[in-house]
């Protein structure tokens, strides 16, 4: 059975850069794991608006043997614990935990974290927004067929200012909480 969708239906997040803060020495705990401001509260705001909120993140650290699953496990005790608290709620994370040279379809650009969600829940993908910071995210949400939208956070202006021909319409905001205003016109 698929999991159920909200009234609004899903939003796909990337996580470092567009909900937390993102390391070049990658986050590898729940204390080096900080909230950006009002990510949270966006959240919270998507699932008050009737939409179901899913996760979609690259964690190659896992590969790289920087943390563990526990330590991954314990960042989004964390998130959803933070999300909950606001009276929203994180309904799927899907994680590629592979590295760059494995060669696997989950690692964006490639699609497979958003394939997986629309399996999870049984919806096609189309007019899906699925928000990011890197170009890898909108790229692997524009060929799962997904709608891209970029925030400036994390990797997001220098994503802003690169971006291909085929990429130059994507809605871009500021953060997380300005796409999210715009999802949730009150
Ligand atoms: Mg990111
Ligand atoms: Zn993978």
């Known amino acids: 059975m698929p999991a159920a969708l909200g009234p609004k239906g899903l ?7 567009v909900i937390n803060r993102d390391s070049r ?13 009002g990510s949270i509260e966006a959240i919270a705001r998507l699932s008050k608006a009737g939409f179901t909120v899913a996760v979609a ?22 998130l959803r614990r933070l999300v909950a608290a606001c009276g929203g709620r994180v309904d799927r994370i899907e994680v590629c ?3 760059p040279d494995d060669g ?3 690692r964006k650009p490639a699609p497979g974290l958003y394939e997986r969600l629309g399996r999870h829940y049984a919806t096609p993908l189309a007019g ?11 790229e692997a949400a524009a060929a799962a067929g997904a709608t891209p939208i970029l925030v400036r ?6 994503t802003e200012a690169s971006l291909p021909p085929a990429l130059r319409d994507v809605a871009v905001f500021d953060d997380l909480e300005a796409a999210v205003a ?5």
């Open 25 to 37: 020495d990658f986050v590898k705990s729940a204390e080096e794991w900080l909230p950006l401001p």
């Open 57 to 78: 993140s690259n964690q190659s650290g896992l590969a790289r043997g920087l943390f563990d699953r526990r330590a991954l496990r314990s960042m989004h005790r964390k």
């Open 11 to 17: 939003v796909i997040l990337d996580r470092d850069g």
């Open 153 to 158: 956070t994390g990797n997001g202006r220098r």
């Open 97 to 99: 935990p592979h590295g």
């Open 182 to 186: 715009a999802l949730t016109p009150s």
């Open 104 to 106: 696997c379809h989950c």
């Open 128 to 138: 899906t927004p699925a928000i990011g910071d890197s170009l890898r995210d909108l």
